[in-house]
């Protein structure tokens, strides 16, 4: 199984991903984890990514899709992989496309998880990080289990940068102009599948695999 995440900051791809990830053994490719782990550890492509990442902006395509060719010719995702976070613009989505001949893949769907933009502004004050494996929290609907440390490995909880009220207004922008047309993209292939994502974490979860 193939998929693509599409849906706003804060629409809960990650947190659904994770979860689709682990029933159905595939594999999380979040671009937005590897580029925060290339910051972490100083490399070159997180030095060139930061400033962007910082403001709330896009990272420039073309360093994207050099990221992205790179993974997805990794062995472990024969069994398949789901795409988060990625692609973003219409031209990153035109160049998966020639990856994805080039490796004789197809995508079998990509998932628009869809929520009220006022809520998407207060997910994300109240999302919480795992700086050691990402995974996300919200403060209130979906707390650690002690306060400030992650659930699954102990790691330490923090507020991106990004999460604050100023990128976030921004993040959203740059969804309406840039990532909005690739839902027209994928549905004129007949790929496109809207979820809502308003309610409960394990209700949106039995959506996505409920056939309307
Ligand atoms: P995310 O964790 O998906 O919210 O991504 C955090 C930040 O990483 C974004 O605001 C962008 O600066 C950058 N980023 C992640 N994925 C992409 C992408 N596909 N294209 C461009 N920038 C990206």
Redesign the pocket.
Known sequence: MRLIFLGA?GAG??TQAEMICRDFSIVQL????T??ANVRVHTELGAK?KK??DE??????Q??IDM?AGELTKPELANGYLL??????VP?AEALDTLLIDLNQKIDAALVLDVPEEELVGRLTARRTCRTCSKSYHIIYNPPKVAGICDLDGGELYQ?D?DKEE?IRH?LQ?FHSKTMPLIEYYHSKGMLRTIDGMGKIEDIYKRIFTKK
Do not use: E, H, N
Request: glycine share 12%.
């Open positions: 900051p791809k990650g979040s671009t937005g984890d580029l925060r990514a962007y990442m709330g902006s896009l990272v420039p395509d360093i994207i992205i988060d976070g990625f692609p973003r613009t990153q991106r990004d990128p993040r740059v």
